[in-house]
């Protein structure tokens, strides 16, 4: 009883300091599912320059992507905001006239004065947006710890993937022979599935911006490449990312050309999303392991309550590897089950007659 009572609460310590320590696991584990999507550019790069060169290429080639979309979506976001703040009073003076010029309406706005109240917040836009600085103060307290967590999980990518197979190497001794081949080849064999659905994500993600750009330009929707970007990266996130994207997109059509680019957008979304579903989806999951769909949104879903975003985006390969370790596991199993407990013998018998303590005949 005392036992029992001992592991139960040793366990309940070890969950309780595992949710203490949320945070920094939860930033190891991003970063063991990084250097493992890096170790293939890492590899080749590897064969023609020494390593320390090649981690530090892909670091930069990693690093400069994301600066770069910034470029591209930022200016145009800052721009579109102050021309929104500058032109509210003059959108405000419009829908008064539009509304003046319906009877329904005009009845509506007589008994609740909906134009007056729009008018006189639109002219506190440009204020309000002005009196920000406490809002961009929290903003920015989030950004510096963000880029504490990024410069965290970097360093700690680049240590595995400078030292993670010497470290792999180094723990595989201390197993037998036969055990540690097994779990080489379990972690090769994940390590490729996460290569192959990162780099297959990426081209699908490539081809969601791409053609979304193309759709857009020939619609005339301004900042088309800004949009193509943001469908990129929504469409990195498993499920819900591409619908997001599309209905993001969808909101500003309706101010370029309503309604017809709007219900281009919404068709091309439609077919598009229905191709992704159904052809290119599901040959990235043939290369890396055919998941099943409930595992996906299972892990989907708890990969998004444990890390956000980033838990959503690794939850696929992370799915795959945990399946691919159960099913060497039931293969070793199949190969190697339990030996069977022997049967006891029967317990010797005294010869009839005889005394089964002394092995004397009764007097």
Do not use: C
Request: glycine content about 8%.
């Amino acid at each position: 009883m005392t036992r029992t009572v001992l592991i139960v609460v040793a366990i309940g310590i070890a969950l309780y300091l595992v949710y203490l320590m949320r945070r920094p696991i939860g930033w190891l584990l991003v970063a063991t599912f990084l250097a493992v999507a890096l170790s293939g550019p890492v590899n080749f790069l590897d064969r023609r320059m020494r390593r320390g060169f090649s981690i530090t290429l892909v670091y930069l080639g990693m690093v400069a992507v994301p600066f770069a979309f910034g470029a591209l979506i930022v200016p145009p976001l800052v721009e579109e905001g102050n021309n929104l703040a500058d032109n509210a009073p003059q959108y405000a003076r419009d829908i008064t006239r539009f509304v003046n010029d319906n009877e329904t309406l005009r009845n509506i706005n007589n008994d609740y004065d909906v134009t007056r109240t729009l008018q006189d917040e639109s002219e506190k836009l440009p204020a309000k947006l002005g009196g920000a600085a406490s809002t961009l103060r929290d903003v920015g307290f989030g950004i510096v710890n963000s880029i504490f967590a990024l410069v965290t999980i970097l360093i700690l990518t680049a240590f595995m993937l400078g030292s993670g197979r010497r470290w792999i190497d180094a723990g595989l001794r201390f197993l037998p022979e036969d055990r540690a081949e097994r779990i080489d080849r379990v972690l090769g064999r994940a390590a490729k599935a996460v290569g192959n659905y990162v780099a297959g994500a990426l081209a699908q993600a490539s081809v969601a911006g791409l053609l979304s750009y193309i759709v857009l330009s020939i619609l005339g929707v301004p900042f088309a490449a800004p949009l193509a970007v943001i469908v990129f990266f929504l469409d990195l996130i498993p499920l819900i990312g591409a619908t997001i994207g599309a209905v993001i997109v969808a909101v500003v059509t309706l101010f370029s050309d309503f309604p017809t680019a709007t219900i281009v957008w919404v068709i091309f979304s439609i077919v598009y999303q229905q191709v992704e579903n159904n052809l290119i989806q599901p040959q990235i999951q043939k290369r890396a392991v055919n998941i099943n769909p409930f595992l996906v949104v299972v892990a989907v879903l708890f990969g998004a309550a444990l890390l956000g975003v980033l838990g959503a985006l690794v939850a696929v390969p992370v799915a795959a590897s945990l399946q691919i370790t159960i099913r060497e596991y039931a293969e070793y199993r199949n190969i190697h089950p339990r030996p069977e407990p022997e049967p006891e013998p029967p317990p010797d018998t005294p010869p009839d007659g005889a005394d089964p303590i002394e092995g004397a005949a009764p007097a």
